[in-house]
């Protein structure tokens, strides 16, 4: 608010004010007023309403200030009510009262959309840990069938499997930290775990799984770092290229932190693409010769990594290899207890 467009804004008024005193000074002159007089009922007028026209500028001028300042500040513009006071004048209560009653509505819909979303997310954890159990009788049902049946039917219940897992992480992901359970873990022991859940789709893929001796612990929640390289994983095997595909496993030992690097020979990502790949949905050129391909489990991944303080990151060259790696701090606190 400036004084510019505050003066544009009461020019009626001020108008007003010249004419009221143009008619006062054609009624002293005609009734021959002496013109000292004149003068100082003159400045007394000017004076008075030039007081009171700073006066009502300067106070609004601080209350509305204040409020667009803080709107500016605040991540959620509706609590601006909570950083103001109420003010004296008339108009500022009018003001403060329609922005309480907004925020008061805003407040109970964004409460309402919250309960409702935590129902929906309950009903979708419910649900996928209902359609496991039948995914599950199946698989076992099916065991006794012929080989090359069993092969096909296999794989797209693994698929179901990992698409539902996908789903349920995804509701879970952002209330993860209170799911957390950080503690020291065998870093070999998670990916041979990922390993044995991801065998067959290694098998039938003809996906060489090398994983060199990794004797190292880092500090985790195994539970989703298990989930968080399986996404890796099925990347790897989805966008393998041709004959003698290979994933490679290994860590890096540094003195502040442990870097663990999956590495495959698939077709790659696009030059374009590497900064978009932790997007939400993205999929970019591999997207289309991939029709499965959701865009989501690289972006899933990326937000776990955050919440657990690891870092990852990823490099690629088109059509010769991918390069996806986690990096997890050293925690000196507890080496020091040690």
Same mark, same amino acid.
């Given at each position: 608010?400036?004084?510019?467009?505050?003066?544009?804004?009461?020019?009626?008024?001020? @108008?007003?004010?010249?004419?009221?005193?143009?008619?006062?000074?054609?009624?002293?002159?005609? =009734?021959?007023?002496?013109?000292?007089?004149?003068?100082? &009922?003159?400045?007394? +007028?000017? %004076?008075?309403?030039?007081?009171?026209?700073?006066?009502?500028?300067?106070?609004?001028?601080?209350?509305?200030?204040?409020? @667009?300042? !803080?709107?500016?500040?605040?991540?959620?513009?509706?609590?601006?009510?909570?950083?103001?006071? *109420?003010?004296? =004048?008339?108009?500022?209560?009018?003001?403060?009262?329609?922005?309480? #009653?907004?925020?008061?509505?805003?407040?109970?819909?964004?409460? @309402?959309?919250?309960?409702?979303?935590?129902?929906?997310?309950?009903?979708?954890?419910?649900?996928?840990?209902?359609?496991?159990?039948?995914?599950?009788?199946?698989?076992?049902?099916?065991?006794?069938?012929?080989?090359?049946?069993?092969?096909?039917?296999?794989?797209?219940?693994? !698929?179901?499997?990992?698409?539902?897992?996908?789903?349920?992480?995804?509701?879970?992901?952002?209330?993860?930290?209170?799911?957390?359970? &950080?503690?020291?873990?065998?870093?070999?022991?998670?990916?041979?775990?990922?390993? &044995?859940?991801?065998?067959?789709?290694?098998?039938?893929? *003809?996906?060489? +799984?090398?994983?060199?001796?990794? !004797?190292?612990?880092?500090?985790?929640?195994?539970?989703?770092?298990?989930? %968080?390289?399986?996404?890796?994983?099925?990347?790897?095997?989805?966008?393998?290229?041709?004959?003698?595909?290979?994933?490679?496993?290994?860590? $890096?030992?540094?003195?502040?932190?442990?870097?663990?690097?999956?590495?495959?020979?698939?077709?790659?990502?696009?030059?374009?693409?590497? *900064? #978009?790949?932790?997007?939400?949905?993205?999929?970019?050129?591999?997207?289309?010769?991939?029709?499965?391909?959701?865009?989501?489990? $690289?972006?899933?991944? *990326?937000?776990?990594?955050?919440? @657990?303080?690891?870092?990852? #990151?990823?490099?690629?060259?088109?059509?010769?290899?991918?390069?996806?790696?986690?990096?997890?701090?050293?925690?000196?606190?507890?080496?020091?207890?040690?």
């Amino acid at each position: 608010m400036n004084l510019k467009d505050y003066l544009k804004d009461k020019l009626i008024n001020i @108008l007003i004010l010249l004419l009221s005193y143009f008619i006062v000074l054609m009624l002293l002159i005609a =009734f021959k007023v002496k013109i000292s007089l004149i003068f100082v &009922i003159t400045f007394i +007028f000017l %004076i008075t309403n030039i007081l009171l026209i700073m006066e009502d500028y300067y106070k609004k001028k601080k209350f509305y200030n204040n409020i @667009l300042n !803080n709107i500016n500040k605040l991540d959620k513009a509706y609590l601006v009510l909570e950083t103001i006071n *109420k003010p004296e =004048f008339y108009e500022g209560k009018i003001v403060y009262q329609i922005l309480y #009653e907004i925020n008061k509505s805003m407040c109970e819909n964004v409460n @309402l959309i919250e309960e409702q979303l935590l129902d929906f997310k309950d009903y979708i954890e419910m649900w996928i840990h209902e359609v496991k159990r039948p995914l599950a009788s199946l698989s076992l049902t099916l065991s006794n069938k012929n080989k090359l049946l069993d092969i096909k039917t296999k794989a797209i219940l693994k !698929n179901l499997e990992d698409y539902l897992e996908q789903v349920l992480y995804y509701v879970r992901c952002e209330n993860a930290a209170s799911d957390f359970f &950080i503690k020291e873990v065998d870093l070999g022991n998670i990916i041979k775990n990922v390993g &044995i859940r991801n065998m067959d789709d290694l098998l039938n893929n *003809k996906v060489d +799984f090398k994983v060199e001796k990794i !004797n190292v612990k880092v500090y985790t929640d195994s539970k989703w770092l298990e989930f %968080i390289l399986n996404q890796i994983i099925n990347n790897s095997i989805k966008y393998k290229k041709g004959k003698n595909s290979y994933i490679k496993i290994y860590a $890096l030992d540094n003195p502040d932190t442990i870097k663990l690097i999956i590495e495959d020979n698939g077709i790659g990502i696009p030059k374009s693409d590497i *900064k #978009e790949v932790f997007k939400k949905t993205f999929t970019g050129e591999n997207g289309r010769i991939v029709p499965s391909a959701t865009g989501m489990g $690289l972006y899933i991944a *990326k937000n776990l990594c955050s919440k @657990l303080g690891h870092k990852i #990151e990823i490099e690629s060259v088109y059509q010769e290899y991918t390069k996806v790696s986690i990096t997890f701090a050293k925690n000196k606190f507890y080496d020091v207890l040690k």
